[in-house]
């Protein structure tokens, strides 16, 4: 019998592929879920519904570690967004598809399978590393099928295989963001309900004082909090805590996918937000102008990058080597307010900064002001050349 890797969530698409394999592909079913910082019980539930449902063997990767140093990290210093989307989900399915790749290899398997419909980003980010790294054929059970939801649904019940909950959102989780869709949310007229999230309070909810939290930077990625020197893991998970608590990182947007479709998606990223807010703050007294400018640029390609599955493009590789480069220098401490769903900068300091008060202050005389004569006298020289020369009455 032909063996097959299942990327397994113990989510609804995954667990009705273990049986379709089994039953229509007639294969040997591994399943491997890969632990990049989704709750606890999802990881668990895994388990045992994969154990309980044939899978001939199961695996729980630990990839929390790897997806904080070598992914979030990196997302950090390209301060990296897509409309408005902290890129959460596609950041981790890169990784997600590498340790599936490695265990194909080590059992022998012929095929790797996921649970991704034909509407989503994740085919795309899945398959492309798959094929990149290894020559398995790759097997999509629902997309082949054609299956809707409520056609899942039904074939769960007919097999007695466990359904996930009661919701009908389709939730994905891991350290740097919740994802959520489906159900009420699909309208875009409406407003979500407060059941759809669980990172973040509402502002409503949230503690009627503010919070001052202090934020260390080194080289772009954050390293304390409120001087506790946390290590990545860790800090990533406080901030997500912190500034859930005060409402902060609920996104609600229209979102491009890869295949053109717009679709509507609630995110809540606390943590991310905060760290995101955080950095660029310390890029603006860090970075010369020129830079700034050029970092968005870098960052808007990363982010498309990142957004359609393409990790593994020299440029992303090429893009890190000039973000690091460039973040050398963006070290030191964001002090930020939270309050009740917003957050504002209100400090920040840097040993490399370049602001420098003692020039700018309206009390200095090192400058000499009239030096500037000149410069000002022929400044915008060809606007002023147009205006007197071309421009009609
Ligand atoms: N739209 C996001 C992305 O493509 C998140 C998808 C999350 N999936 C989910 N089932 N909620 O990265």
Redesign the pocket.
């Known amino acids: 019998m032909e063996k097959v890797v299942l990327a397994f969530s113990g ?1 609804l698409d995954t667990s009705v592929c273990i049986k379709l394999l089994e039953e229509k592909y007639d294969m040997e079913v591994i399943t491997a879920c890969v632990d990049v910082g989704q709750p606890r019980e999802e990881i668990e539930r895994s388990a045992s519904v994969a154990n309980g449902m044939g899978s001939s063997k199961h695996y729980t990767i630990d990839a929390q570690e790897e997806f904080t140093n070598d992914f979030i990290f990196k997302a950090i210093k390209a301060n990296a967004i ?1 409309e408005g ?1 902290p ?4 950041l981790a ?1 890169p990784l997600i598809a590498m340790k599936i790749v490695e265990l194909a290899k080590k059992e022998g398997a012929t095929a790797i399978a996921h649970g991704c419909t034909g509407k ?3 085919q795309f ?1 899945f398959e492309a590393i798959i094929r990149s790294l290894s020559d398995c054929k790759v097997i999509a059970p629902i997309r082949e099928l054609n299956l809707t939801r409520s056609e899942e649904v039904e074939y769960a019940k007919s097999c007695g295989i466990p359904l996930p909950s009661e919701k009908l ?4 989780e891991n350290l740097w963001g919740r ?4 159900d009420v949310l699909e309208d875009p007229m409406v407003e979500p309900p407060e059941d759809a999230f669980s990172w973040t309070r509402s502002s409503a909810d949230a503690p009627e004082d503010a919070q001052i939290i202090e934020i260390e930077f080194e080289k772009g990625v954050p390293v304390a909090i409120d001087q506790e020197k946390l290590d990545a893991l860790e800090i990533i998970n406080k901030f997500n805590q912190i500034a859930g608590i005060h409402g902060i990182g609920r996104v609600d947007i229209i ?1 491009d ?2 295949i053109g479709l717009k ?1 509507r ?1 609630i ?1 809540e990223t606390p943590g991310a937000f905060l760290i995101l807010t955080a950095h660029n703050a310390l890029e603006q007294i860090t970075l010369t102008r020129s830079e700034l400018k050029f970092a968005e640029t870098i960052s808007s390609t990363y982010s498309e990058l990142v ?1 359609n599955g393409t990790w593994h493009d020299p440029l992303r590789e090429d893009l890190d080597q000039m973000i690091d480069h460039m973040q050398r220098r963006v070290t030191g401490i964001v002090k930020i307010r939270l309050h009740k769903g917003g957050m504002r900068i209100v400090g920040r300091y840097s040993p490399f900064s370049l602001y420098q008060q003692d020039i700018v202050s309206f009390e200095d005389k090192s400058m000499d002001q009239r030096e500037m004569v000149g410069m000002v006298k022929n400044y915008a020289l060809q606007a002023a050349l147009y205006n007197k020369i071309c421009k009609e009455e």
């Open positions: 989510g897509y989307y890129l959460s989900t596609a399915r989503g980003n994740d980010r959102y389709s939730i994905d994802a959520i869709e489906g979102e996918r890869i679709s998606e995110y957004y």
